[in-house]
């Protein structure tokens, strides 16, 4: 499954007792519609995602990036502290697609599975040093 949105804080990196690492972060998607009534209805769905195959990701995942994910989808179901049931949204991702909008997003587009940010086969164009001019 795909999904994209937009990251609604930086994302964090945990380390588990057995020594794995995870990156987790959160995305929000925006849709809007309009309803039978012609007003306009904004939606907004949030998904928990996990990356576990590289912990250096979690540099370009900042909050405001817009992301492109494909993974598992999984639901929660819980009883919050107030009584009332709750439920939630986890995405397990194994490709991460960056699209910008973040504190660190330039200079990448992609991050594929099993590659650091700088590693992506899809960058953006960069600023380079200005070459000298000196015929010799």
């Given amino acids: 499954m795909n999904i994209t949105g937009r990251l609604t804080k930086d994302a964090k990196v945990s380390t588990l007792s057995d020594s794995r690492q995870v990156v987790n972060f959160s995305v929000a998607i925006n849709e809007s519609y309009k309803n039978k009534k012609g007003d306009k209805v904004e939606q907004t769905t949030f998904f928990e995602c996990a990356y576990w195959i590289s912990p250096r990701v979690a540099e370009w995942l900042t909050k405001g990036t817009v992301v492109e994910l494909t993974g598992m989808v999984s639901a929660r179901a819980w009883t919050g502290n107030d009584g009332e049931p709750r439920a939630g949204l986890n995405f397990n991702t194994s490709n991460i697609k960056l699209h910008g909008g973040g504190k660190k997003s330039e200079g990448v587009q992609a991050v594929k599975t099993g ?3 700088e590693q992506g086969e899809n960058k953006k164009a960069t600023l380079k ?7 010799f």
Avoid at 129 to 135: C, R, S, Y
């Fill in 115 to 117: 590659q650091t940010a």
């Fill in 129 to 135: 040093e200005p070459e000298d001019d000196i015929p």
